[in-house]
């Protein structure tokens, strides 16, 4: 699907992100670590034909945005204000903000951080406490790798730029580390690791807004115990489980529908909150509602 792609001034960056869809329905949706909007653009296009606009940022070291190479850009929360600033320039109060992996952490930030702009997530393999000794021991030797093999990711990246990446396919998804410099990827892990990862449980019971998290069993950096814990501790959270670690990438149709189903909800909740107390007639439900057959809040669903 067409999408736009922009630019706008964020203090001492540029940063770069894609347009998928119009209207008010506004979502903001976030890449995982060292990759960048390609990894979400299939969802985007189908979510905006489902009425939504779609936004993909390229958080700072990533994609076509500018690449610091300090590790206090990368911070969690650091990123978090980021996202609050493109809601700033789109001019949106309120959005559904979203992401996988290092985007479902830096969406649960923004929730903490301004609640009040946040309409509902979409937490998508989130990374937290269950996570903490893998991640150590996957991030430790690539910033290893890093350091020590910086000539050959050097020549490795100086290839990957000259490919057409729209010619790769679904393969272009998972294509965005390659072309980084060995000093771009050990600053931003360095930031992640330095920074807070996520809010704390008590921070996480606190934050009311309806929520989606999807969660797998196939890898221990994402453990399923992670979407389950977090789905439990949200007051108004269901937790769906995904069949394979790229089952939302490479056979999406049915997570995309959950997802689309959710917004509406999500849309529908906001459109009653902004017509005032008492424009729900009777047995109206909310995103965080339990009908015939779904989930009430803080519930387990395997679809």
Request: charged share 20%; no cysteine.
């Amino acid at each position: 699907m067409p999408h736009e792609v922009r630019r706008f001034r964020d203090g001492d960056l540029t940063l770069a992100y894609e347009v998928h869809g119009t209207g008010s329905r506004t979502v903001v949706y976030l890449h995982g670590l060292l990759l960048d909007a390609a990894v979400n653009r299939r969802l985007a296009g189908d979510l905006a034909n489902r009425g939504n606009r779609v936004v993909l940022l390229d958080l700072p070291g990533h994609g076509a945005s500018d690449r610091p190479r300090r590790a206090a850009a990368h911070r969690m929360d650091a990123y978090a204000r980021r996202v609050l600033h493109l809601l700033d320039e789109l001019q949106v109060d309120r959005a559904v903000v979203g992401g996988m992996s290092l985007g479902a952490d830096v969406a649960l930030q923004l929730a903490l951080q301004a609640p009040e702009r946040v309409a509902g997530m979409v937490v998508e393999m989130p990374v937290l406490e269950n996570a903490t000794p893998f991640a150590a021991l996957v991030f430790t030797p690539i910033l290893s790798l890093a350091y020590y093999a910086k000539p050959l990711l050097r020549t490795t990246a100086s290839w990957a730029r000259r490919v057409p990446r729209h010619r790769l396919g679904p393969i272009d998804q998972f294509f965005g580390p390659l072309v980084l410099e060995p000093e771009e990827i050990m600053s931003v892990i360095h930031g992640v690791l330095v920074g807070p990862v996520a809010p704390t449980a008590d921070q996480r019971r606190a934050m009311t807004m309806p929520t989606l998290v999807i969660g797998h069993g196939a890898d221990r950096l994402h453990p399923l115990g992670d979407a389950l814990m977090l789905a439990r501790q949200l007051p108004n959270a269901r937790l769906v489980q995904a069949r394979s670690l790229f089952e939302l990438r490479l056979a999406p149709a049915r997570l995309t529908g959950t997802i689309a189903d959710f917004l509406d909800d999500v849309w529908d909740a906001e459109a009653d909150r902004r017509a005032g107390p008492g424009s729900a007639g009777p047995g109206s439900a909310g995103p965080g509602s339990a009908g015939p057959g779904s989930a009430g809040p803080g519930s387990a669903v395997g679809i």
